[in-house]
């Protein structure tokens, strides 16, 4: 273990001697960030992880170091990482945001750190329309994309007043921080009692960052998602998926088993959100279909790696390995991702699959059926095995308490394992 002060070793994979080789540091997140050092690594090319409470890409083989910090919410964030690259000659180095707070901190310091880093990541003036959901939903409407009935109550005043059909949601507008509602990311209420208690208990958290959203009937197959790499304001990679079952299976936080399919007016409805902001970098924006109106509405727009960014690369499109590709100045031509793939985080897919067998939306043989067929797997991978053994006990942990204990961010220090 050695501390930030001290100089980095050259890790030599074929060029030439006393050059630093060019590589990557993923700023925090999970298995997404697990994926991107796995199509780099598998590459030759050098992965750094910079973790604040997130494990499992550390046990990567494909990470060289892991380094530990306070996270990007922290005073001193732009600091250390502009220290850092100093430090350790990092320079030209393409920087992967693997969270929320990681995406914004670059964002927000993109010239910054683009004077030393290769930035992947939108400035603020385009990320900010997929930061806060409520200028998500302004950019959505004014491109004519169907959007959820959404409110945004300033008061405790403005929930007793308002008139609404239940059941409904309430989500921050900003996903910023560690409580509670940030980490469940919605909370449903089904009637006007839980309402007034939830919207009290979110006000102490997140202040007036609360919006109220309708709950669009049905499950994880009636949600879909357009991912795509976009260059200059043109898709270079993309891919359309359902999220064919999640956890918990009736209002579920997370994806289980994700696969690819054909769906034009998901995939059109996304190019004009991206399109007219000239976006460029990784993106995957989340729809979900409301039979009442027959209508895709938007969901969410996340512009950073995701969870199951590992299905490109079974669809035929290695995300990451792509976004390198264009980072470094290379000419990329345009790809689709074959449907039919599927990606999968077995235990809890396990968990959500017995559910719907017990509510009687699943047999033992259509659960079989759907794991067969190329497929990508949330932790394990045949050359990487530690990070899938290291999440199962992460996973009944979660499953078991619904979340993991907060580390202690302050304790982590500036620290470097070797």
Same mark, same amino acid.
């Given at each position: 273990?050695?501390?930030?002060?001290?100089?980095?070793?050259?890790? =030599?994979?074929?060029?030439?001697?006393?050059?630093?080789?060019?590589?990557?540091?993923?700023?925090?997140?999970?298995?997404?960030?697990?994926?991107?050092?796995?199509? $780099?690594?598998?590459?030759?090319?050098?992965?750094?992880?910079?973790?604040?409470?997130? &494990?499992?890409?550390?046990?990567?083989?494909?990470?060289?170091?892991?380094?530990?910090?306070?996270?990007?919410?922290?005073?001193?964030?732009?600091?250390?990482?502009?220290?850092?690259?100093?430090?350790?000659?990092?320079?030209?180095?393409?920087?992967?945001?693997?969270?929320?707070?990681?995406?914004?901190?670059?964002?927000?310091?993109?010239? /910054?750190? =683009?004077?030393?880093?290769?930035?992947?990541?939108?400035?603020?003036?385009?990320?900010?329309?997929?930061?806060?959901?409520?200028?998500? %939903?302004?950019?959505?409407?004014?491109?004519?994309?169907?959007?959820?009935?959404?409110?945004?109550?300033?008061?405790?005043?403005?929930? /007793?007043?308002?008139?609404?059909?239940?059941?409904?949601?309430?989500?921050?507008?900003?996903?910023?921080?560690?409580?509670?509602?940030?980490?469940?990311?919605?909370?449903?209420?089904?009637?006007?009692?839980?309402?007034?208690?939830?919207?009290?208990?979110?006000?102490?958290?997140?202040?007036?960052?609360?919006?109220?959203?309708?709950?669009?009937?049905?499950?994880?197959?009636?949600?879909?998602?357009?991912?795509?790499?976009?260059?200059?304001?043109?898709?270079?990679?993309? &891919?359309?998926?359902?999220?064919?079952?999640?956890?918990?299976?009736?209002?579920?936080?997370?994806?289980?088993?994700? /696969?690819?399919? /054909? %769906?034009?007016?998901?995939?059109?409805?996304?190019?004009?959100? $991206?399109? =007219?902001?000239?976006?460029?970098?990784?993106?995957?924006?989340?729809?979900?279909?409301?039979?009442?109106?027959?209508?895709?509405?938007?969901?969410?727009?996340?512009?950073?790696?995701?969870?199951?960014?590992?299905?490109? *690369?079974?669809?035929?499109?290695?995300?990451?390995?792509?976004?390198?590709?264009?980072?470094?100045?290379?000419?990329?031509?345009? &790809?689709?991702?074959?449907?039919?793939?599927?990606?999968?985080? =077995?235990?809890?897919?396990?968990?959500?699959?017995?559910?719907?067998?017990?509510?009687?939306?699943?047999?033992?043989?259509?659960?079989?059926?759907?794991?067969?067929?190329?497929?990508?797997?949330?932790?394990?991978?045949? *050359?990487?095995?530690?990070?899938?053994?290291?999440?199962?006990?992460?996973?009944?942990?979660?499953?078991?308490?619904?979340?993991?204990?907060?580390?202690?961010?302050?304790?982590?220090?500036?620290?470097?394992?070797?």
């Amino acid at each position: 273990m050695t501390n930030f002060s001290s100089p980095a070793p050259v890790v =030599s994979t074929g060029v030439a001697h006393g050059a630093m080789e060019r590589g990557a540091l993923v700023l925090g997140g999970a298995h997404g960030s697990l994926v991107v050092a796995r199509s $780099l690594g598998r590459q030759g090319i050098p992965v750094w992880f910079l973790a604040a409470d997130k &494990l499992v890409p550390q046990f990567s083989r494909y990470v060289v170091r892991t380094l530990r910090w306070p996270g990007a919410e922290d005073v001193r964030a732009l600091e250390m990482l502009m220290q850092l690259g100093r430090t350790h000659r990092l320079d030209g180095w393409v920087l992967f945001p693997g969270g929320d707070e990681e995406a914004r901190l670059v964002s927000r310091h993109h010239a /910054e750190l =683009s004077d030393f880093y290769r930035v992947i990541t939108p400035p603020w003036e385009v990320m900010r329309w997929a930061a806060d959901k409520r200028l998500t %939903n302004e950019h959505a409407q004014s491109h004519g994309i169907d959007v959820p009935w959404s409110y945004y109550p300033k008061s405790r005043q403005d929930i /007793e007043q308002l008139q609404c059909r239940f059941p409904v949601i309430l989500k921050p507008t900003v996903r910023a921080g560690s409580n509670a509602f940030v980490q469940a990311k919605a909370w449903r209420v089904d009637d006007r009692e839980h309402l007034l208690a939830r919207y009290e208990q979110a006000s102490q958290m997140v202040g007036d960052a609360i919006v109220l959203q309708e709950l669009i009937p049905g499950n994880g197959a009636a949600q879909f998602s357009y991912a795509a790499l976009w260059d200059k304001g043109q898709p270079v990679a993309s &891919l359309v998926a359902r999220r064919t079952r999640q956890y918990p299976i009736d209002f579920g936080y997370t994806s289980t088993f994700v /696969e690819t399919i /054909e %769906n034009a007016e998901v995939e059109a409805a996304a190019s004009r959100f $991206l399109g =007219s902001l000239q976006y460029g970098g990784l993106v995957e924006i989340e729809f979900k279909y409301d039979a009442r109106d027959q209508r895709y509405k938007i969901l969410d727009v996340n512009a950073r790696t995701w969870a199951w960014i590992g299905l490109g *690369d079974v669809a035929g499109t290695d995300f990451p390995h792509l976004q390198w590709r264009l980072a470094l100045g290379e000419t990329v031509a345009s &790809l689709r991702g074959r449907s039919g793939a599927a990606w999968i985080h =077995s235990s809890r897919d396990f968990v959500a699959a017995c559910q719907e067998m017990a509510a009687g939306s699943l047999s033992p043989a259509g659960y079989l059926k759907s794991l067969h067929g190329p497929m990508a797997f949330a932790a394990y991978a045949p *050359d990487d095995p530690m990070p899938g053994i290291i999440d199962m006990p992460l996973v009944a942990s979660r499953l078991v308490t619904r979340r993991l204990p907060v580390m202690a961010r302050g304790a982590l220090g500036w620290r470097l394992w070797g």
